[in-house]
Structure formats: structure tokens, C-alpha cells
Nanobody
Framework: QVQLVESGGGLVQPGGSLRLSCAAS????????IGWFRQAPGKGREGVSC????????YYDDSVKGRFTISRDNARKTVYLQMNSLAPEDTAVYYC?????????????????????WGQGTQVTVSS
């Protein structure tokens, strides 16, 4: 049973940084791709960045390239999202999810992720 727990969200000023964590359990972490997604009020859920646990290959949405960095610690079964140069448009609830696929497919095919493969989300608010 996939269990994912996000943490690290909060309120930050524009230009600031946050690091999100996604702690995984209940499945064979090394075989999965873990993705970070976000959903702003009134908008759909979109893929932000995804990483394949087996080889570390990654995907980034254009909106976060150069600002966000995804990484994983297979021993801890945890995936991180370091977010720098945050802007108000980054404000959203951030979710992590797990699926056996490529990072590109993971991030771009949100609809293909099983309902039970999501965490509960963590709020990120960027405001002065």
C-alpha cells in the first residue's frame, strides 16, 4: 500500500527558499518514480518535477527549471524538492505521488496516477 507524507511547506517571502520532503513507505521505492505536483486555487493539478529512484533521472516543468531541484535518498525512501527564488505564482498545495513510469510521463500524465498513490499535500504560500 503506497503511503506518502509531505512536509516542509509554509509561508515565505518572494525570493525565498523552502525544501519539501516526501517520505515514502509501503512499496518498493527503488522501482518507482516519485513526482512533485502542485495545485493552485481554481486550477488543475500540474506536474512540477519528477525523479526515478533507480537511476536518478529527472524531469522539470519549464516554469521551475533553474529554480527548483529534485533529489532522492533511497536509503531513507525520501524525495526532496529544493525550491529557490520563489515567486507568488508558486503558491499552491504541493503533493507527491508515486508510479512506475518515466519521469516525463509521471509529470505530464497526472491523470494516470492512481488515486491511492498521492500524499495529503503541503501548503506553500509565497507572499510579502
Amino acid at each position: 500500500q503506497v503511503q506518502l507524507v509531505e512536509s516542509g511547506g509554509g509561508l515565505v517571502q518572494p525570493g525565498g527558499s523552502l525544501r519539501l520532503s516526501c517520505a515514502a513507505s509501503g512499496f518498493a521505492f527503488d522501482y518507482y518514480t516519485i513526482g512533485w505536483f502542485r495545485q493552485a486555487p481554481g486550477k488543475g493539478r500540474e506536474g512540477v518535477s519528477c525523479i526515478r529512484s533507480s537511476d536518478g533521472s529527472t524531469y522539470y516543468d519549464d516554469s521551475v527549471k533553474g529554480r527548483f531541484t529534485i533529489s532522492r535518498d533511497n536509503a531513507r525512501k525520501t524525495v526532496y524538492l529544493q525550491m529557490n527564488s520563489l515567486a507568488p505564482e508558486d503558491t499552491a498545495v504541493y503533493y507527491c505521488a508515486a508510479r512506475i513510469t518515466t519521469p516525463l510521463a509521471m509529470c505530464e500524465m497526472t491523470y494516470a496516477i492512481q488515486p491511492g498513490s498521492w500524499g495529503q499535500g503541503t501548503q506553500v504560500t509565497v507572499s510579502s
